[in-house]
């Protein structure tokens, strides 16, 4: 945690990204995609829209215009993901799961591997905030699930707050690899 002094002189601390809120740990994957998906927004995507808005405006009345009226709107939207595709990648702290080394305690990274009370495995991976998939078993680091397995090893029985109720998990296996 960093201390940042606001204008009145008194301080508070701040996460590393300097947002106050929590860090934006990302993995090297999840880092490269939201950089392809900007790369993409800026090099191609509000290019070519910009041509469409400029061609709809040079055909006269803009107030009944389609072509004009939408463009503008998605140029809106455009703008407004690569301002938060810049912000994000501009505090992402890339942690690269598969340069952890060996350890079985769970930390930013790790695939887990645990068991339910019902005897039901499950596997996630604890990836960044942006790069939470829940059909592939990608949670985010500050989800239930993660704060409840950070710091656990294979054997540790942990509880976890559910919508049904408190279930105890038994974490399994902890590994560390590059996600695909």
Known sequence: MA?????????????PSGSGGPPNYMTPQGYARLKAELTQLLDSDRPELVKVISWAASNGDRSENGDYIYGKKRLREIDRR????GKRLDSALVVNPAERGETEQIFFGATVTYMTSSREEHTVSIVGMDEVEPG???????SPIAKALLRKQPGDVVQLA???????????????????
């Open 82 to 85: 690569i301002y938060y595709l």
């Open 162 to 180: 559910t919508p049904g109720g408190v279930e105890d998990i038994e974490v399994v296996d902890v590994r560390y690899e590059a996600l695909p």
């Open 3 to 15: 201390v940042q002094q606001n204008r009145t002189g008194s301080r508070r601390r701040t996460s």
């Open 136 to 142: 592939r078993g990608r949670v985010s680091w500050i």
